[in-house]
């Protein structure tokens, strides 16, 4: 570990500070950037004194949904601090947690800006969820004596590996103030290979983890939908091939979702270049016609009835109107998206081969034989035709991964009580 790492870090962030005031004038007034390169501002009066929650974007999101849920509901008073890095996950956070958090964008790692915003939002404690590594957010945290916790914590081993060898990691940084609820032994090895002593971290699991939802053991045999969701750049092959193997079937409408905007258009190329007839969904659409007549009016289209959504938030409806979900960011090197999602409204899971970001919830619904993992696109059509054929492998399928949902679901209450052991709760 390179010892000067830090110090190098830190000594760079601070010359660029220096200039954050002219740099916040290259954004909009509105913008993401304009926003990150701000510290302090009036709005983070409304929630001073409360916990700050950090959620990087969309994903973390989800996750920093339950825990202001768990939080408020365990004698927290609202509105608590979050922040995102994403005009989309702060857009999420706003529509999902309205005037129980105060919402805005978080400032870039830069020492003036992290100043600036402490000392406005004088948080008493700060809950980072998942992996968002940086220094001064930590150190600066710690200065204050403010509690810094990595809550459903997670690192890959290429960030840990990097880490160390940046000089980004030991008790300079992961010292005295700082704990770790790690998704699974896993991760939790990694923080303590980092300098995060074993005696302040916890295993509580995934705070992405829902409960069953309404319906979730509903017949995934006779749902609407096949969805195909998260999608990311690379894999609109797989899209194309699964709506070829549809084609002339009677079967259910298939719904592709990509993660992102840019996505979106990715997709619909790939798409109307193979010839295959789609609806698309997009936000302006959600008043004219409800989710759920949008999947009817898929699922009357002849096959192979294809939809693109296009919208946020919609996914969740999507699985739940799904027999089977195809789950992506596993398909090219990413390392896979939230499987349990999917997973809580009853759906036969479907995973390509690059599953390693989400590898115990894997591993979970795998040991309930509720999840197919393949190993190329071919694959995967074959797959998934072979369980339309099979509607009481389905059910099988589905009712495992509610049990894998149900158990899974019950990390935030063991981080409440993780919290309580560290003498970290009011």
Not at 39 to 57: C, K, P, T, Y
Not at 60 to 88: D, F, N
Request: hydrophobic share 45%; aromatic share 6%.
């Amino acid at each position: 570990m390179n010892p000067l790492g830090l110090l190098a870090y830190r000594g760079v962030a601070t010359l660029a500070g220096t200039v954050s005031p002219l740099l916040r004038g290259f954004g909009g007034r509105e913008s993401a950037w304009r926003s990150a390169l701000t510290g302090g501002s009036e709005d983070l009066a409304r929630a001073a004194g409360s916990v700050w929650i950090h959620a990087a974007s969309m994903g973390e999101v989800v996750a920093a949904r339950t825990w202001v849920t768990t939080l408020l509901g365990a004698g927290y008073s609202a509105p608590l601090l979050l922040t995102t890095r994403t005009e989309r996950g702060l857009a999420r956070a706003r529509r999902d947690l309205g005037d129980r958090v105060v919402a805005r964008v978080a400032p870039l790692d830069l020492p003036q800006l992290v100043r600036s915003f402490l000392a406005h939002a004088a948080p008493w404690r700060l809950d980072i969820v998942e992996t968002e590594i940086w220094p001064h957010l930590i150190l600066e945290s710690r200065r204050r004596s403010i509690g810094v916790v990595f809550v459903s914590a997670s690192v890959s081993d290429r960030t840990r590996r990097r880490l160390l060898r940046w000089g980004l990691a030991g008790g300079a940084l992961f010292g005295e103030g700082v704990w770790v609820l790690a998704q699974s032994e896993r991760h939790a090895d990694r923080f303590r290979s980092l300098g995060v002593p074993p005696s302040r971290i916890a295993v509580t699991g995934d705070l992405k983890a829902e409960p069953p939802q309404v319906g979730a053991l509903r017949d995934p045999s006779e749902r609407p939908a096949i969805v195909f969701g998260s999608l990311r750049s690379g894999e609109e092959r797989v899209a194309v091939d699964l709506a070829r193997g549809l084609a002339g079937r009677d079967a259910p409408a298939l719904v592709v979702a990509p993660r992102h905007p840019r996505g979106t258009e990715r997709v619909l190329a790939a798409l109307q270049v193979a010839g295959v007839p789609l609806s698309i969904r997009r936000e302006e659409d959600r008043a004219r016609e409800g989710f759920p007549a949008w999947i009817d009016r898929l699922r009357s289209t002849p096959p192979p009835g294809v939809g693109v959504l296009a919208t946020q938030g919609e996914l969740p409806l999507a699985y739940e109107s799904a027999g089977v979900a195809i789950v992506g960011g596993t398909f090219a090197p990413y390392g896979g998206h939230n499987v349990l999602e999917p997973a809580a409204r009853g759906c036969a899971v479907v995973v390509g081969p690059y599953s390693d970001a989400v590898e115990e919830a894997v591993n979970a619904l795998a040991r309930e034989q509720a999840i197919l993992v393949v190993n190329d696109v071919p694959q995967a059509s074959e797959a998934l035709l072979a369980l339309l054929e099979a509607p009481e492998t389905m059910r099988r399928m589905g009712k495992g991964a509610v049990r894998v949902a149900d158990l899974a679901s019950k990390s935030a209450a063991l981080s409440v009580e993780a919290l309580g052991r560290f003498g970290l709760m009011p």
